[in-house]
C-alpha cells in the first residue's frame, strides 16, 4: 500500500538521479519513505537513494516493492510545473498505481520486479581520501574536462593539500586543481583513480543542484559521491568503479 | 579537408564531376526508346536542386529488390547490368506524384505505359548510398495499367495522418513490412503528418536510423549478453566482422578501405566513428554506418539481449562499384545470421577479428576497444 503526494520539484529531483545511470528499477517502500540500490547493465556504476517520509507533504505505505519505468516517469512529471504537488497512490499487490498530477491522472502499469536485477549489495570499499565541494564546481570541472577527453583522473595531493582533476585527450590536456580554501573540507590521503567521462557527465548534471558533495576515493579504486537531495530529506550515492591505466 | 571516403561522390571537393565516379563506363545493348511498357517496381527522387526536386519510376520488368538479388545469387556485374538497363524517368513531381505514390504503396510492380520527351538516354549513375540505374528520360506522360496491391499494415499507416513519420516507420517495421518498402514510402512522400517527396537517398539513410534508433530504446531494456561472441559475413568484397560484449548498449563501427579500392586511392584509409544512447551529428562514415546499425539492432532484439558492439567493414578492391549502403545492410544481416565464435576473451574476440579481416591496422582507430580493455566492473571490488 502506498499513498503519498509530493512536491513534484522534489520526485523530478529523485528520478533525475536514478535516470542519470538506469532505465528502470526496484523501489523499496516503507513507514520511513522510499528507497533504491540498482547497477547499471555495464556493472560499472551504482546508484542508492533515499528520500525519507518528511520530504513527502504526506506519505503513508506499507513494506512493498514496485517495478518503476524511470524514463517514463521521467516524460509524466514533464508536466508538472513548479509548486505542483504530484500524488500517488497504490492498493496492496496491485499491478498499477494513480499517479495524478497538474490535474491529469495517471494509472501507470508497473513493472514485474522479477524482471528487474537483483538489488547488488550495499558498498564495503574502504577509500582513505576524501572531499566535500561545491555541487556546482565539480559539474563545471566534468564539463570542462568532457571537450578534452573521454577519461578523467581524480585524486589528491596530500603534500598541497589539493584535490585536483586531471584529463588527458588525443592532442590535449587539462587540469583543474582546487586547493583547501576553494573546498568546503579535504582529508588529505594519498589517491588517484581514472574514470570514464560517460558516467560522470551524466551524474554531474544531478550532482550540480547539491549545495556539497562528499566525494571518497583510493588509489585505482571505484569513487563514491555521497549528496542530500530535497533539502536534506532525501539521500543519493553514486558508486563508479575506475578504469585501470593502460601501460 | 573532407576524404573521399567521407563524400563518396557527392561532389564536395569542388570539381565538376568526381573523378572516381566518372570512372564507370558501362556499354549496354539496349536501344534506346522513347516509350516504356512494361512494369515499374520503385521510385526514385532526386536531391538536386532541394527543395525543388524532381522525380520518377524506376522501370524495368524485373526485381527491385536486393535481398532477392542475393537469395538469386547475382554477382556484382549482374547486378550492374540489371541496373544498367533500368529506366529512371524523370519529371516534375506536380505532374506524376500521385503515380508515384501509387507504385511506392504497392506490394507488386505496377505495369505502366510511359511517354519519354526524346529517347531515354544512357548515363549510369553510381552513388555511395543508391543503387545504380542506367538510363534516364524526361517523362511526358505516363499512365498507371495496373492498380496497387497494398498491404494491409501499409495501407493502415499511410491512410493515418496522425502518426508522426518516425512512429509510422518503426509500426511497419513490427508489422514485418522491410525496410525497403518502408524507404520507398518515404521518399514518396507517403508517411507522417505533414507529407513531402524525399530524395531517395536521404531516405535510405533516413529509414536505417530511424528503425535502428527505435530499436536501441527496445534493446537498452534486454539484460546484457551472456558473452562475447564474433560474427562474420561478406558480400561483394565487403568483409564484415562484428564483436558483441557484455554490456549496455554502445556501438563503435570501423571501415577500412584498402589499397587502390573504390574510395581509397593510394593508401589505405581507415574511418572510425562511435556512440553511446544518442549520437549527435552525421556519421563520417555515412550511410553504411547505419545500415549496419541496422542489421546488428534487428539481431539484438531478436536474442532480446543488449551489447556494446564493434563492427569493422573492410573492402577489398573486389568491390569495384558502389551498390548502395543496401550492401552493407545485408551483409552485416549475413554476418550475424552465421555460427558466431563465442565464449572468447576480450583479447581473443579483437584477435580473431584481425584473422577475419586480415589486418590488424585498424585496431589503434578503435577507441571502444581500449574503454573496454581499461573499465572494470564494480564486482572486481567486493
Known amino acids: 500500500m502506498l499513498k503519498a503526494t509530493i512536491d513534484a520539484d522534489i520526485f523530478k529531483e529523485a528520478i533525475d538521479a536514478i535516470s542519470a545511470l538506469i532505465p528502470e528499477c526496484r523501489l523499496h517502500t516503507d513507514d520511513d519513505g522510499i528507497s533504491t540500490r540498482a547497477v547499471d547493465t555495464a556493472n560499472v556504476a551504482m546508484i542508492g537513494l533515499s528520500l525519507k517520509k518528511e520530504a513527502f507533504d504526506s506519505y503513508k505505505a506499507s513494506k512493498s516493492q514496485l517495478g518503476i519505468d524511470i524514463s517514463k516517469m521521467k516524460n509524466i512529471f514533464g508536466m508538472a510545473g513548479k509548486g505542483d504537488l504530484i500524488s500517488l497512490e497504490m492498493a496492496d499487490n496491485a499491478q498499477k498505481m494513480s499517479v495524478s498530477v497538474h490535474g491529469y491522472n495517471y494509472s501507470i502499469t508497473l513493472l514485474d520486479t522479477n524482471t528487474i536485477r537483483k538489488d547488488p549489495n550495499p558498498p564495503t570499499i574502504n577509500l582513505p581520501g576524501k572531499i566535500v565541494i561545491k555541487g556546482e564546481d565539480l559539474n563545471n570541472a566534468l564539463k570542462a574536462a568532457a571537450v578534452i577527453s573521454d577519461k578523467i583522473a581524480l585524486g589528491i595531493n596530500p603534500k598541497d593539500q589539493t584535490f585536483y582533476l586531471v584529463a588527458e585527450g588525443d592532442t590535449d590536456h587539462i587540469r583543474r586543481d582546487f586547493s583547501k580554501d576553494e573546498l568546503v573540507s579535504l582529508t588529505p590521503a594519498e589517491a588517484r583513480s581514472l574514470f570514464s567521462l560517460d558516467y560522470l557527465k551524466d551524474m554531474g548534471k544531478v550532482m550540480s543542484k547539491a549545495a556539497e558533495v562528499e566525494i571518497f576515493l583510493g588509489i585505482d579504486h571505484p569513487v563514491r559521491f555521497s549528496f542530500d537531495i530535497a533539502g536534506g530529506n532525501g539521500h543519493v550515492e553514486y558508486l563508479l568503479a575506475p578504469r585501470i591505466e593502460a601501460d | ?382
Open chain 2, 1 to 382: 579537408m573532407m576524404r573521399c571516403v567521407e563524400c563518396k561522390g557527392k561532389g564536395m571537393c569542388g570539381l565538376p564531376r568526381c573523378p572516381i565516379m566518372s570512372r564507370f563506363h558501362a556499354q549496354v545493348a539496349m536501344k534506346p526508346s522513347s516509350t516504356y511498357q512494361g512494369s515499374s517496381p520503385s521510385v526514385f527522387i532526386g536531391s538536386y536542386g532541394y527543395p525543388d526536386i524532381r522525380g520518377g519510376p524506376l522501370l524495368i520488368n524485373d526485381s527491385d529488390n536486393p535481398p532477392d538479388w542475393i537469395r538469386n545469387n547475382l554477382g556484382m556485374d549482374e547486378i550492374v547490368n540489371l541496373r544498367a538497363r533500368t529506366i529512371r524517368g524523370n519529371a516534375g513531381l506536380h505532374a506524376v506524384g500521385g503515380s508515384l505514390q501509387e507504385i511506392a504503396l504497392s506490394a507488386k510492380p505496377i505495369d505502366v505505359d510511359v511517354y519519354f520527351e526524346r529517347p531515354v538516354a544512357f548515363s549510369l549513375n553510381f552513388d555511395g548510398t543508391v543503387a545504380p540505374v542506367g538510363f534516364t528520360g524526361a517523362v511526358k506522360k505516363m499512365d498507371l495499367l495496373g492498380s496497387a496491391t497494398v498491404g494491409r499494415a501499409v495501407d493502415r499507416i499511410t491512410s493515418d495522418t496522425d502518426i508522426g513519420a518516425t512512429d509510422a516507420a518503426i509500426a511497419l517495421s513490427s508489422d514485418g513490412v522491410d525496410v525497403y518498402q518502408i524507404t520507398k514510402l518515404m521518399t514518396a512522400g507517403l508517411l507522417g503528418k505533414r507529407r513531402k517527396f524525399v530524395p531517395t537517398r536521404w531516405a535510405i539513410t533516413a529509414v536505417d536510423d530511424t528503425l535502428s534508433t527505435g530499436l536501441k530504446k527496445e534493446i537498452a531494456r534486454f539484460p546484457p549478453v551472456e558473452e562475447i561472441r564474433v560474427f562474420s559475413g561478406e558480400i561483394y568484397g565487403n568483409r564484415i566482422a562484428c564483436i558483441l560484449v557484455p554490456g549496455d548498449w554502445k556501438y563503435e563501427m570501423i571501415e577500412i578501405w584498402g589499397k587502390q579500392t573504390l574510395w581509397g586511392g593510394e593508401d589505405e584509409v581507415i574511418v572510425q566513428d562511435r556512440e553511446g544512447m544518442t549520437k549527435s551529428g552525421y556519421s563520417p562514415i555515412s550511410g553504411a554506418y547505419y545500415s549496419a546499425r541496422l542489421a546488428v539492432c534487428e539481431y539484438l532484439q531478436s536474442i532480446r539481449r543488449c551489447a556494446r558492439v564493434i563492427v569493422i567493414r573492410s573492402v577489398s578492391s573486389e568491390y569495384w562499384a558502389p551498390l548502395g549502403t543496401w550492401v552493407i545492410r545485408e551483409a552485416t544481416r549475413k554476418a550475424m545470421a552465421s555460427p558466431p565464435a563465442h565464449g572468447v576473451s576480450l583479447d581473443a574476440a579483437v584477435h580473431h577479428a584481425v584473422a577475419l579481416i586480415g589486418s590488424d591496422r585498424w585496431v589503434p582507430h578503435s577507441t571502444l576497444i581500449p574503454e573496454l580493455r581499461t573499465q572494470r566492473t564494480l564486482d572486481h571490488f567486493w
